[in-house]
């Protein structure tokens, strides 16, 4: 089902662990969607210098973690800021669609754990985000049902294919 | 390289006497039970010694009472559908519990929107439907009971003889989806008082793709599949008759050897159960420590996520199945473990272990010590351990 990159990366992860007193952290995903992903951050001279994860999922969240921690690893926060859920799926060479939503957290931790470090570079103290506890479908445009995998329409309720309701998800 | 099959319940190996008949089968190259010359009459005689033994296997009052599908799935289908369309006129109300496997929600999903209503009752902590909750769901309109007789995810039994009793007292058609139990234990249709019992022949180290449906005498159904008088009338369609040779050896084997399967599953049962707190810690056992079958144990182990774990298993070559969203498709905790009360966190790290006859008490320790190893890994990986099990 995964590809020999993905199985790589989830049989040996890099750069596992909590970096003690880390510049910037970022936390991503909740349980309801099986995925918890953390992400530290030790910057020096507006370059990574270090970055590890934790991450409770699926063997393709594990992978996504441990390629955007080394993809992201000794670049520049410019240059990092740019990184997307594709350049990490796509350095994964690929993760079956219902995956991709994985893909998004771990380059939405980055983000948050960059994004943490400038606010205390700045002096800012967010709230705390609130967890979103609903589906979303923000990998690429399209929506896939989460029961079928067939793509479907934004917005629908009802997934003509398997004909589940998805009014939970929406 | 071996691999340690702890996921009987996706796949049972085919049993060495069950494929020598099937090979048989396949050679002696049947004709079509339906015709009436000597070709035919041999074939006729084939499929009746299977439909006797799948009878005497349940405890049929007639073998006549036995119909053969292509599987579980379709016979689930056949009873619900079934029942539903030929007793209309009588009411449109069915009752179901919330655990059941998807072709009875989604049989009854398709009903629902052709005017049927459902009740769907709770299981309690356990896993268990109240008798008491049935008999009070049961309204003049009701023409249908379909509970499940075990459930896939977590082995757990229902109370199906307690049920059976209500339904007969007030009339009402009985359907249980026996697809893991048949074959597993001694499954008696008198003692348990359905009408209606679907069953598939893999559970029995059979063909997968063979099921069947067995039909008390007198129950009000319709076929499923219309056009021939195959399977008494209740099935048409040209037999499989490799499959269900097939299926009828197995059942003879199950029913010969019932005893010494039963007392073998329960050792390695009672191992896993009684080495597991040896193994890891801080986990749920999903499974009915009385009311269950004998060949699964389904376990929720904190902090770390299911389909992982069942990735560096098989790295093992150990083969167990995970009920967590993300190994599914879908993306949303098995209905199941959410109806027992478990988290949505605590349902993504289920495990489900399910052996046979096939494996031995090594199996289990060489499974073990690898859950050891998975299980210290991925926690190391986890921020929920780090986080939770501090607290």
């Avoid at chain 2, 559908?81 to 179901?96: S, Y």
């Avoid at chain 2, 989806?177 to 249709?189: C, E, I, Q």
């Amino acid at each position: 089902m995964y590809n020999k990159t993905v199985m790589d990366h989830f049989r040996n992860p890099r750069n596992v662990g909590v970096i003690e007193n880390a510049d910037g952290v970022g936390e991503v995903g909740n349980p309801l969607c099986g995925d918890i992903m953390t992400i530290y951050l030790k910057i020096k001279d507006d370059h990574i210098e270090d970055i590890k994860f934790q991450t409770f999922g699926c063997g393709s969240a594990i992978a996504v973690s441990s390629m955007i921690t080394e993809i992201a690893k000794g670049k520049s926060l410019v240059d990092a800021k740019h990184l997307t859920n594709k350049d990490v799926a796509k350095a994964l060479e690929g993760l079956p669609k219902n995956k991709l939503h994985c893909s998004n957290l771990g380059a939405d931790a980055l983000q948050l754990a960059i994004q943490n470090y400038e606010d205390k570079l700045a002096g800012v103290t967010r709230p705390e985000p609130i967890r979103k506890e609903k589906h979303e479908h923000s990998h690429g445009e399209k929506c896939y049902c989460p029961y079928c995998d067939i793509e479907i329409q934004e917005g629908i309720t009802f997934c003509d294919a398997c004909q589940s309701s998805l009014e939970d998800e929406h | 390289m071996k691999v340690i099959n702890l996921d009987h319940i996706s796949a049972k190996p085919l049993l060495p006497e069950v494929k020598e008949v099937m090979i048989e089968a396949i050679e002696k190259d049947y004709h079509n039970p339906s015709s009436q010359h000597k070709s035919g009459e041999e074939a006729t005689a084939a499929l009746q010694k299977a439909r006797e033994a799948m009878a005497a296997l349940l405890n049929c009052k007639t073998p006549k009472e036995i119909v053969f599908t292509s599987g579980g799935t379709e016979s689930v289908n056949h009873a619900i559908k079934g029942v539903a369309l030929a007793n209309e006129d009588k009411g449109k109300h069915i009752i179901t519990s919330n655990i059941e496997h998807n072709a009875v929600i989604r049989s009854l999903r398709r009903l629902r929107s052709s005017g049927f209503t459902v009740t769907s009752l709770p299981v309690d902590s356990s896993g268990r439907v109240k008798p008491k909750d049935v008999a009070e769901a049961i309204t003049k309109d009701t023409i249908l009971v379909s509970i499940m007789h075990s459930n896939n995810e977590t082995g757990t039994t229902q109370p199906i003889e307690e049920i059976g009793k209500i339904t007969r007292e007030r009339k009402v058609i009985f359907h249980s989806d026996a697809v893991d139990s048949v074959g597993v234990v001694p499954m008696d249709v008198q003692h348990l008082g359905v009408d209606l019992l679907s069953f598939a022949s893999n559970t029995l180290y059979g063909p997968a793709g063979v099921g069947g449906l067995f039909i008390r005498r007198g129950t009000r159904i319709f076929p499923l599949l219309d056009g021939g008088v195959q399977e008494n009338n209740k099935r048409a369609g040209a037999e499989n008759l490799v499959g269900i040779i097939g299926t009828g050896k197995a059942a003879e084997l199950a029913l010969r050897d019932m005893d010494k399967r039963l007392i073998h599953l329960k050792t390695l049962k009672d191992q896993i159960l009684s080495e597991l707190p040896h193994a890891i810690d801080e986990y749920i056992i999903n499974t009915h420590a009385e009311h269950s079958l004998p060949n699964l144990v389904s376990i929720s182990i904190k902090y770390i996520e299911g389909e992982s774990v069942m990735l560096m298993l098989d790295d093992e070559n150990i083969a167990v199945s995970t009920r967590s969203a993300c190994a599914t498709g879908s993306l949303r905790a098995s209905h199941v473990l959410l109806s027992l009360g478990l988290s949505h966190a605590d349902a993504q790290g289920t495990l489900v272990i399910s052996f046979g006859v096939d494996n031995s008490k090594e199996d289990i320790v060489t499974f073990l010590n690898a859950l050891k190893n998975v299980v210290t890994t991925l926690r190391d990986i986890s921020p929920l351990y780090q986080k939770e099990s501090q607290l």
